[in-house]
């Protein structure tokens, strides 16, 4: 028979593991909360920035940047639509990544803390990816831009940084879906 001390000590134990597996359980399912709550605010955001893109390709035709500046009244418009879609797609980037970080703070397994931020790392990219095509949008709303040669010098730079976000962005999910199917259904 034991002691009295040591059976209580001995439920205090497993009373804290107890506590401790829940708790870490807790954790899993904190985690793939936040990361289900990222997942529907990156799709959100990248349905703004497919908006986004649509608008832009009809602002940026052919024709429409060889007549500028003479038809920048008649771009503003939108100009303007596309800024707010892209306004919209960066904060909900912000929004996921956040969500990202969030849970790979908690106390979960290290490949799903890896994935968590590599995601995190992902929806940043959407954000350089929105903010570098709002600029080439507010090149539009840009009085001092006089000249056809300053407005496609400064669409070829901004264009050349957002191209290297995307890419980027792609490269990071290429990662974080290789550890997700490499998880072997861990990573939901």
Known sequence: ???QGQRATLLVIAFLLTGLAIGCGNAAE???KLAGEGQKLDEAASKSLQDA???HLKLFSEDNV???????EQLKGEAQLEIDALNKSAG????AASKYDEASKLRVDDK???YLSLRAQESRKGVEQSEGTRTMAQTV???SI???DVYVIKLADTRTLVAKAAKEQQDIRAQADKLRAESQGKIK
């Open 1 to 3: 028979m034991q002691p």
């Open 112 to 114: 799903l803390k890896q």
């Open 146 to 148: 006089k000249t056809l």
């Open 53 to 55: 893109l649509a608008i």
């Open 92 to 95: 909900g980037f912000r929004d």
């Open 141 to 143: 709303l840009d009085d």
């Open 30 to 32: 904190q985690a793939n």
């Open 66 to 72: 060889l007549g500028f500046p003479k038809n920048r």
